[in-house]
């Protein structure tokens, strides 16, 4: 997959036939609901202990495939008293904690874990990213990461770099690993492969894609290169 930067007329010509695939699809046309209100602002109580413990409860029953029938007979629990437990709007006793713990197969403390646990954020100021190696970077990529944070409530990991392609980058690897990568260009020009398709990309344009494919950049058509690079994966993929 090694090329020299040339121009764009030479190579796009010779990638096995691949195609320029940049008016493939048309984001203002995309018309699926978004399954989630970025703006909307979740429960003002939730740092509160019960409701802490309700969404817990209601995640661990969930997570086994039962009802909340099934749970009232498990433990012998009214079904009102779980819908006010899951809702937050009671105060389970321990001797309560007890028998939820038993029927759904884990710890009492596992009912307090996102009471205790804290968000965490990370800020980077300008220039102070941290420096990595990743393949390619011997060939003159520098890959700057922006943040990481490890163990989180979302069970996703997010890894945003930087990444700066010079004049010395005259081979580039092919990529693939598993989750979603965003791609958002900032400095430069490049004809970007993504499986068999080909994008060329200028200051502004992004691409967003399926990282299982084969992916990297093709065509260095305007050094210096700087992009945005977001992956996405399970926790459970690191």
Do not use: W
């Not at 699926?32 to 970025?38: E, F, G, R, S, V």
């Not at 413990?53 to 209601?58: A, L």
């Not at 050094?223 to 993929?237: F, K, T, V």
């Amino acid at each position: 997959m090694a090329k020299k930067a040339t121009s764009l007329k030479h190579d796009a010509g010779t990638a096995g036939k691949a195609k320029p695939s940049a008016a493939a699809i048309d984001p203002r046309k995309i018309r699926a609901p978004l399954t989630q209100n970025p703006h909307a602002i979740r429960d003002t109580r939730e740092k509160v202990l019960e409701v802490a413990i309700g969404r817990e409860v209601r995640a661990f029953r969930k997570k086994l495939g039962i009802t909340v029938a099934d749970l009232a007979a498990a433990t012998d629990i009214s079904l009102g008293m779980l819908s006010k437990i899951e809702n937050g709007i009671t105060s389970p006793s321990l001797t309560t904690l007890q028998a939820l713990s038993r029927a759904l197969g884990v710890p009492v403390t596992a009912f307090f874990r996102r009471f205790e646990e804290e968000r965490s954020a990370v800020f980077v100021k300008a220039g102070e990213g941290l420096d990595v190696e990743r393949r390619g970077t011997r060939a003159g990529h520098q890959y700057n990461l922006l943040g990481h944070i490890g163990s989180n409530t979302s069970g996703v990991v997010v890894e945003p770099y930087l990444i700066t392609l010079t004049e010395d980058s005259d081979v580039f690897p092919t990529f693939q690993h598993e989750g979603m990568e965003f791609l958002y260009m900032l400095e430069g020009e490049v004809v970007y492969r993504h499986g068999s398709n080909l994008y060329p990309m200028k200051p502004g344009d992004s691409l967003f894609f399926d990282a299982d494919a084969p992916h990297g950049p093709e065509v260095l058509s305007v050094l210096p290169m700087r992009y945005l690079s977001i992956i996405c994966y399970p926790q459970s993929a690191g």
